[in-house]
């Protein structure tokens, strides 16, 4: 019996708040507040018609002010708030819970949206010396709040997504089950769904192409190596999938993973691209189309990231054109009783099976699950400790068991082809 706010209303919230309001016997009530009041109105009426027992109700929220934040919570009186807008808002809304004595949950660590902010930008670029990565996101900011969590007697989880989230449950439940040590952890993330555009995103745009033109990086031996993008390029071949072309990328859940477990050697991550998309985003790079910085048009100040973006298929509209299966999961070597180990645990999901049950496509799906699933074992008491932390840090078997009874049942299989 819990009581939920949910902020945000895009791609992975739809699924995220329906799949909630399929398990309604936990989430009995739940309030979706987001900035265009108009979407969480749809919805509502979506899972009304659904025939959910989750009582539903609706706010406009600006997530990117304490306390308006502040002010909605006290009037609904949560247990917890998730936390599925943009990653600019964690930081508002981690205050708003603290303020409030609520539990705080979300998908997707602290970056900022302007990052040219002069009480940012300092701490970056010393970060970036220091940890030697130079992604906008990691995770300091958010581990500050520890001890105020902690105080509080409140849970933080953050990144309970599928990667992050899932795969660092996964890393868990290999360290339980599987080995006394693990040596090399390689998640691979898999998309092998087909739209049927030449070149689209899968989420926004600005987002997606920013992260996949940054410099690539891994951990070895607790230090972080960084690359030009898309240097490291492996070929491997996916259950459901087939042969994909996977590059080596900076992800968030090796930051976690290399604190949390520091005993492993090495921490990767992949990710398949199509050489059809990497070719018009090398493209459009070289031509400046993905700038930030505005450009005079015919007397009409322009910036091309955006302009692309407003030539470029609307995401959302991806879902049911998008056929294929994604596949996504983590290799782990290491030591079982004296002798060597590799496992490989994954889940494969169906991009038109999605749509079919909650009308998105499967990348908002794979986010979405996790991100209930996650809010109910904090809510449900679960994973329920005072303090800041990632998925990694709990007991992987109440998640495990909850993946395969909402929608992405994975698998174990020992031997697998390791990634050179
Ligand atoms: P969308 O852009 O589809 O949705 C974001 C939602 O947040 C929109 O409804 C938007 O409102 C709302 N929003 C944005 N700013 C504010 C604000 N200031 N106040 C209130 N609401 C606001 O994003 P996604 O659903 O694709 O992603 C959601 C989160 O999930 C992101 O943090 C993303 O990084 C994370 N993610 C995590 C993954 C993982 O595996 N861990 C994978 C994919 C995503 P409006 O409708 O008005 O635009």
């Known amino acids: 019996m819990s009581r939920i706010l949910v902020i945000g209303c895009g791609g992975v919230a739809q699924v995220a708040i329906q799949k909630a309001c399929q398990n309604d016997e936990v989430f009995t009530e739940l309030m979706i507040a987001s900035r265009t009041l108009s979407k969480c109105d749809e919805l509502k009426e979506k899972i009304e018609k659904s025939g959910s027992r989750t009582k539903v109700t609706t706010a406009k929220v600006d997530a990117d002010n304490t306390e308006e934040l502040v002010k909605l919570i006290r009037s609904y009186q949560p247990e917890a708030v998730l936390n599925v807008a943009l990653p600019y808002q964690d930081l508002t809304i981690m205050d708003a819970c603290l303020e409030t004595g609520v539990h705080y949950i979300d998908t997707a660590n602290y ?162 691209f199509g050489q059809s998309y990497l070719d018009h985003m090398r493209c459009l ?28 298929p609307d995401p959302a509209s991806l879902g049911p054109r998008t056929k294929g299966k994604t596949n996504i999961g983590c290799i782990f070597t290491g030591k079982k009783d004296g002798k060597e180990r590799s496992i490989y ?29 996650g809010t109910m074992l904090v809510a449900n008491g679960q994973w329920k400790k005072p303090g800041v932390f990632t998925t990694d840090e709990f007991d992987p078997d109440p998640y495990m068991e909850a993946l395969n009874k909402w929608g992405l049942p994975w698998k174990v299989v020992e031997n697998p082809t390791l990634v050179d």
């Not at 360290?175 to 040596?183: E, L, N, Q, S």
């Not at 070289?286 to 005079?296: A, C, F, I, Q, R």
Request: hydrophobic residues 35%; glycine residues 8%.
């Open 111 to 272: 970056e900022p949206e302007d990052t040219e902010d002069p009480t940012w930008r300092p701490i970056y670029e010393k970060r970036c010396k220091e940890k030697g990565f130079s992604a906008y996101f990691d995770y300091s900011w958010q581990w500050a709040y520890e001890e105020r969590f902690k105080k509080a007697g409140l849970t933080a989880l953050l990144g309970t997504g599928f990667d992050p989230g899932v795969t660092s449950v996964f890393a868990a439940y290999a360290k339980k089950h599987y080995f006394d040590t693990i040596d090399t952890i390689d998640i691979l993330d898999c998309n092998g769904g087909d739209h049927g555009y030449a070149f689209a995103t899968n989420f926004n745009p600005e987002i997606n192409l920013r992260e996949v033109s940054a410099p690539g990086s891994y951990m070895e031996n607790g230090k972080w190596i960084e690359i030009p993008a898309m240097s490291i390029h492996r070929e491997y071949d996916f259950e459901g999938v087939g042969k994909k072309d996977m590059y080596l990328l900076h992800h968030e859940e090796i930051e976690a993973l290399g604190r949390n477990m520091p005993e492993v050697k090495r921490i990767r991550f992949f990710m398949t």
């Open 285 to 312: 790079e070289d031509v400046g189309m993905l700038s930030t910085e505005p450009v005079n048009f015919n007397g009409t100040e322009i910036v091309p990231i955006q302009f692309l973006k407003a030539l470029l």
């Open 345 to 373: 645990i994954y889940n494969v999901c169906d991009h038109q099976e999605c749509y079919r049950e909650v009308g998105s496509q499967a990348i908002s799906y794979t986010t979405g699950v996790p991100a209930m699933i």
